[in-house]
Structures are given as C-alpha cells and as structure tokens.
C-alpha cells in the first residue's frame, strides 16, 4: 500500500499540485479546493511530490502540518 496524505482547506482557493521525479521534475496533476473541502493524495510510482499553496492543514502518518499563512 501506497503511503498517502489528507488535505483540509482553511481557506478558499488552495491550491494542490502532483509531480512526477526522474530527470525532470512535472506536473501531472492540480486540484482547487475551497474552505472546508478535503482532499485524500496518495503518492504512487507517477505522484512522488504533492506542492500545496494557501492555507490548509496537512495529515500525515508523520503527523499533523499547518502551511504557512500568506501575508
């Protein structure tokens, strides 16, 4: 089983983004979610790097990350 991670938006318009690694790091996949909104990403042979952007609350088996706060 893929390891795998849950998204919560704090606030409008977060951002989630899916990369690929190898000898070019792309994008392979974006997702908007809106305040409230939750989103389940497990990283697969294709997903190797998830990059959020905005407010969100991340959960981990490491446990729980708060992204920094835009100014």
């Not at 994008?27 to 989103?39: I, N, P, Q, S």
């Not at 997903?47 to 706060?69: F, M, P, R």
Request: cysteine-free.
């Amino acid at each position: 089983m893929e390891d795998y991670i849950v998204i919560k938006a704090l606030e409008n318009g977060v951002n989630i983004i899916g990369l690929t690694s190898g000898r070019d790091t792309k994008l392979h996949h974006t997702e908007k979610l809106d305040k409230g909104e939750v989103f389940v990403a497990q990283f697969t042979a294709n997903t190797t790097a998830i990059k959020i952007n905005g407010k969100a609350e991340v959960y981990t088996k490491h446990g729980k990350v708060l992204s920094d706060e835009r100014q």
